[in-house]
């Protein structure tokens, strides 16, 4: 049986991936038939490059993607795609259909940025009013010119 799989590359600590067909009874990152695309964790945002001639073509002679190489195509709008072209739509339908799912998936990331920077501000209020409070507490417990500090 024919898999979508990942297969790993780069060095120590900074994984790259190529996603492969490969045989399922290979190993990670031994033999594979062909390499389909990549996947690069390591960006902010992810970077995933496909071929999709090519996962179109495995996907219709039954390789089956394993769960994360699933997800990854599913980020990047390919499987919308094959379910379309598996239920028998037209090229004009798919594309209207990817525009609305590529506007939606801008709307998305744009609540995401939004809610982080929120609660950046938050995080640096909070550290901000601790640093006053902080101050005050100091100030309250140093003693008052002329006193000694018997302590």
């Not at 031994?30 to 495995?58: H, L, Q, S």
């Amino acid at each position: 049986m024919v898999k979508l799989r990942l297969r790993r590359t780069g060095r120590k600590k900074l994984p790259l991936y190529k996603i492969v067909a490969a045989d399922s009874r290979a190993p990670r990152d031994g033999r594979f038939i062909e390499a389909v695309g990549t996947y690069n964790p390591n960006t902010n945002p992810v970077k995933i490059e496909v071929k999709e001639d090519r996962i179109f073509y495995w996907l219709k002679t039954g390789a089956q993607p394993t769960y994360t190489v699933k997800n990854l195509l599913s980020r990047k709008g390919l499987m919308l795609k094959q379910h379309l072209m598996k239920k028998g739509a037209d090229e004009h339908k798919i594309t209207d259909e990817y525009n609305k799912w590529s506007a939606m998936q801008e709307v998305k990331l744009q609540r995401e940025n939004e809610k982080k920077a929120a609660r950046n501000t938050k995080k640096k209020k909070k550290k901000a009013t601790g640093e006053k409070t902080e101050q005050a507490a100091v100030e309250n417990t140093a003693p008052a010119e002329g006193q000694l500090n018997t302590d």
